[in-house]
């Protein structure tokens, strides 16, 4: 079986990884560029609020109304704060 990725995305909320997050297979949350995984919605949410707490910027890459939806309007040198992490 080859791995679909469902059309959901989001940036990753691991320090000093700046990749995106997709949900594959319908069984758990991929981080494509530091390998991370997350199995619950729950633990995901739990990440980008530790990830916000420590880096405030951070805030402006997800959607106020719904974390696990991506702001378009995040930082034009995202990925720059992100390496400094």
């Known amino acids: ?3 679909h990725v469902k059309e959901f995305q ?3 909320p691991i320090i000093r990884c700046s990749g995106w997050v997709n949900y594959i297979d319908n069984e758990f949350y ?3 560029s530091c390998g991370n995984v997350w199995f619950s919605q ?3 949410i739990q990440d980008i609020q530790a990830i916000i707490k420590k ?3 951070r805030i402006k890459s997800y959607s106020q ?3 696990l939806l991506h702001n378009e309007d995040e ?3 995202y ?3 992100v390496e400094n992490e």
């Open 10 to 12: 989001i940036r990753c």
């Open 1 to 3: 079986m080859s791995n």
């Open 55 to 57: 880096y405030e910027y």
């Open 79 to 81: 990925e720059s704060l």
């Open 65 to 67: 109304e719904d974390l």
């Open 75 to 77: 930082p034009c040198n």
């Open 30 to 32: 991929g981080g494509g």
């Open 42 to 44: 729950e633990s995901l």
